[in-house]
């Protein structure tokens, strides 16, 4: 497999959000590895409500990780406080 | 895509509280784009109570982040203890 | 809308509780605006035991946030340790 | 209503775990006040085992908190490593 | 009740795992105290893969926990970076 | 049982992603010991996203704790800010 994350580091929150979908999405690809079966699911899946909250909540779990590891973007060493 | 996410900082609790929102709903939108099948599951969930205890986890999660970004909104810089 | 939420502080731990139960209602106000509608769902939600536990799940995520923000309400700044 | 929660502070981890259960179980009390309805609903969640895993869950996430506010009860300042 | 709960400190990340599973279970039997309803619920959630799921989420949170306990294990005390 | 996590450090975040699937898998492991359930419960959570989803949310919480052993690997120990 190629590498798909090099760093936890990104320029932005909004860069860091995209990471954080990317790392909720690879966990699904790594349990279903077959794209076909996937493709299936997704219709289903983002048209009920419930899906799509459960599914929004690992995005903030790992969000909650990569703001960390970027310090949550503070502009300088002490934090922007 | 325009920016939408530029900093976590917030000058309020309350604002920060609506960042978090911001950032639950995010995920909802990139993950189902299509603004008329959301209006269509908006009135299911929104009168399930699991579904909307479901969604106000998400917020919390992000809320969690949030906070720790602005350092809990602190008035000064070793805390308000 | 008028301002609900000035600061994360609370002077006990118990009124950090109640802070808490107030961030997780709040989110259920804002997605669910009418309280005509919340109000038929409450005897509902609350006679079900897994709603009742999934509240109190949003509620333990929010008393973290608050309980960091009030460094845990240690009562010197070393902590009680 | 009296006092419950003066401090988050205890003595011992396995009195701290006891905290979190008090934790876990005040929010259920809040939100469904009527020990006449809460008493039906015991034996039903206590024989559902995905019920007693999700109320796990909430005392969990509510150990954290107690663990962190006594800083996982170290027995000097420097933690034990 | 005998201590069941001493400390957070392990020797070795596999033993801190093992107490994670120790604190999940734990609230099971506090919650059920019955061992018969138990044993009765074992084959049902073993074999159900969204309570198999839910029961290590259970498991993954108290981790962090007893990780964060024992910093993570670190060989010294700056970390091992 | 042989030894099968002896530290949370790795060398970069996607062998530390590995290492909270790993996280994951063994607590299904543990707690339905016999492969052959397993294997026949595997097509069906699989195929299920809401399965999927739960599965990566625990994904996401170990990857949480590994990230904060790693100290979100960075480069040097000041962070790279």
């Known amino acids: 497999m190629e590498k798909w994350l090099t760093s936890l580091k990104t320029r932005t929150p909004e860069e860091g959000y995209e ?3 990317k790392l909720a999405t690879k966990s699904i ?3 279903q590895p077959s794209e076909t ?3 299936k699911l997704r ?3 983002s048209r009920n ?3 799509l909250i459960a599914a929004s909540e690992v995005i903030a779990i790992h969000f909650q990780t ?5 310090n949550y973007w ?3 060493k002490k934090g922007y406080y």
Chains 1, 2, 3, 4, 5, 6 share one sequence.
């Open 29 to 31: 690809e790594l349990i």
């Open 49 to 51: 409500p419930d899906s």
């Open 74 to 76: 503070r502009s300088d």
């Open 43 to 45: 219709p289903k899946y």
């Open 66 to 70: 990569v703001a960390a590891a970027n």
């Open 37 to 39: 079966i996937r493709k």
């Open 19 to 21: 990471l954080a979908i």
